[in-house]
C-alpha cells in the first residue's frame, strides 16, 4: 500500500503485465485457483513490489470485439484495484515470500458485467488466494 503522503499511481506499464509463456507457466504451476463468477484466478507470489497481470480470454468467450471488450475491462479493473490487493509481508518467511503477486485472470463465457463488478471479483480472488497461502506458509 502507498503511505497517505505519496499519492496512489494508478498507471499499467508494461512491468504490471506478464509478458512471457514463462511467467505463466510459473503462475499455474503455483497452483492457487479461484473460480469467482464468470473469472477463474490464478495467483502466485512473485518477490517483487507491485502486481503483475496476465490474461486468458478464449475464443468460448465470444468473438473478438467481445473478447478484446473483456481484456479491456479486466485490465482496468486491474490497474483501479491494484493497489488494494494483498501484499505478503516479510516478517521471517523466506524472500520469495515476500511482495507481491503475479495473477493470471482466465475468463468463462458470460454476459459483460460493470467495470466495478470485474473490480470486485478481482480484488475479492486474489484475497482469497493471499488467505490460502498464509494458510500454506503456517
Known sequence: MPSPSVPARFTFP????????????????????????PLVVHAVPNGRPYPRLGLS?????GSA????????????????SQHQLPRLEG????????????????????????L???RGLIVRA????HRDRLRRQA
Open 57 to 61: 480470454v478464449g475464443k468460448v468467450v
Open 65 to 80: 470485439v467481445a473478447r478484446n471488450r473483456v481484456k479491456r475491462l479486466i485490465r482496468e479493473a486491474f490497474r483501479l
Open 126 to 129: 486474489v484475497e482469497s488466494c
Open 14 to 37: 508494461r512491468r504490471l503485465r506478464l509478458t512471457h509463456d514463462r511467467d505463466y507457466r510459473a503462475v499455474y504451476a503455483g497452483k492457487m485457483r479461484k473460480p469467482i463468477g
Open 116 to 118: 466495478e463488478d470485474y
Open 91 to 114: 516478517g521471517g518467511a523466506p524472500a520469495e515470500w515476500v511482495g507481491s503477486y503475479d495473477v493470471v485472470v482466465g475468463v468463462r463465457k458470460h454476459e459483460l458485467l460493470r
